[in-house]
């Protein structure tokens, strides 16, 4: 809402420092400087209001250490993260961009989502919350509005490289020379569903090349990648919730690596250097995910061990589900699982134990397990390692699988 007004302010009243509004480095320190204040000092408040109506966290008996310490301790907290991200995009955001406007209802509908499962827990004492259907019907609903919006809305084109024409001319000697064209950006936005494919050097392809360019049919398959990614990535993020800062301390260098990557690709200049498509206004998801990173920080406040909030799938499945469709904005899905390793490795972890036991016990009438516990961290705990180590150990291996996801726009 400030962006229009401080544009008005500059451009009739050349207002001092209104034209700082323009600059999107400026308002992404803005978003993150409001998504911290938020979490930190009206965290508190929420905290209180959570317990004075004894929303606390029901804790099953596993088994493991400092566990039941836990029980009681107030749960619904991603109602902080969602607040601190949506004020200051409100405030400080360009509500007029597609890409911002897909990741605000991104965040609404996959928060929603969450909420009704927690109040189900908490209110109603179910322990299983909301039923796995209704929360794939979610997933896949969003996955629906990702994909057609990407496929049929005007705003969401690139810019591909080119050769400029190629150069015929008779030199000082009398022979033809020929002069190659430089690459370069088509001066023609264009429709397309193309991504990014990593560690390759003409690194696009199109989806739509799989179908035979069928309209029908490749928006049909874009859905369906869409509904796989979304579903896949939250899904991945909420089984990761499960210890102190967990979830929050390895989704911040994820959206560091996204908010790079979609300034690289909104800017023609990078772009073209890089060698990378070029997104035209892409690069106002920098404000969105400084918000992120900002409310996911100082949701650690909070969370961090001891934690006296936990954020619940209010908070699992909309950072999940934020991060997906802000690489399908980007175009850096397949990005996704090396980004996003060690949520792969959280589901895997779980589709083995479960797929192990009941292989074993189907053939030999004792069920038997691959790891001491699913998901992954919990098998770290049960071998005896602290929680604040397992904590740290995943967030490292969370930057370096980061920061070779980065690497990537030059390896290929």
């Not at 049929?152 to 024409?165: G, L, M, Y």
């Not at 909420?238 to 390895?250: E, H, I, P, Q, Y």
């Not at 038997?368 to 967030?395: A, C, D, N, W």
Request: contains cysteine; hydrophobic residues 50%.
């Amino acid at each position: 809402m400030l962006y229009p007004i401080f544009k008005f302010l500059n451009e009739h009243y050349d207002m001092p420092g209104a034209g700082m509004f323009q600059y999107i480095s400026f308002r992404s320190a803005v978003a993150v400087i409001l998504a911290l204040l938020i979490t930190i000092f009206f965290g508190r408040t929420i905290i209180r209001a959570l317990q004075r109506h004894q929303i606390g966290e029901e804790i099953r008996d596993l088994g493991l250490e400092g566990q039941l310490s836990k029980k009681g301790t107030p749960t619904m907290g991603g109602v902080i993260i969602l607040l601190a991200i949506l004020v200051p995009m409100l405030l400080v955001g360009r509500l007029d961009n597609i890409y911002v406007i897909l990741m605000l209802i991104s965040t609404l509908w996959l928060g929603l989502l969450g909420f009704l499962d927690d109040y189900i827990k908490t209110f109603r004492h179910n322990k299983d919350g909301l039923k796995g259907k209704f929360k794939i019907v979610g997933q896949v609903g969003l996955g629906v509005i990702v994909g057609t919006v990407m496929c049929f809305s005007q705003d969401v084109v690139i810019r591909e490289k080119v050769s400029s024409p190629t150069a015929v001319y008779v030199s000082e000697t009398g022979y033809a020379q020929v002069e190659q064209g430089e690459p370069m950006l088509s001066p023609t936005p264009q429709k397309t569903t193309k991504t990014t494919i990593p560690f390759v050097k003409d690194n696009e392809f199109d989806y739509g090349w799989l179908v035979g360019g069928n309209k029908l049919l490749t928006w049909l398959l874009y859905i369906a990648v869409a509904i796989f990614v979304v579903t896949a990535v939250s899904n991945g993020a909420n089984l990761t919730d499960g210890l102190d800062g967990l979830l929050t301390t390895v989704s911040v260098p994820i959206m560091l690596v996204l908010g790079a990557l979609a300034y690289l690709s909104g800017h023609i200049i990078y772009a073209d250097y890089l060698n990378i498509m070029y997104i035209p206004e892409s690069a106002e998801l920098v404000v969105f995910a400084a918000a992120m990173c900002g409310a996911l920080l100082g949701f650690l406040w909070w969370n961090s061990f001891p934690a006296q909030i936990f954020m619940g799938d209010t908070g699992s499945l909309s950072i999940g589900g934020i991060i997906a469709v802000f690489a399908l904005c980007i175009r850096k899905e397949l990005l996704l699982p090396l980004m996003c390793g060690i949520f792969l490795a959280e589901a895997l972890s779980v589709m083995v134990q479960v797929g192990w036991f009941k292989y074993t016990k189907r053939k030999y009438g004792e069920g038997r397990r691959v790891l001491l516990m699913s998901p992954l961290h919990h098998h770290y705990q049960k071998k005896g390692i602290f929680e604040t180590k397992i904590v740290m150990r995943f967030f490292i291996i969370s930057i370096l699988l980061c920061a070779l996801s980065l690497v990537t726009l030059k390896i290929r």
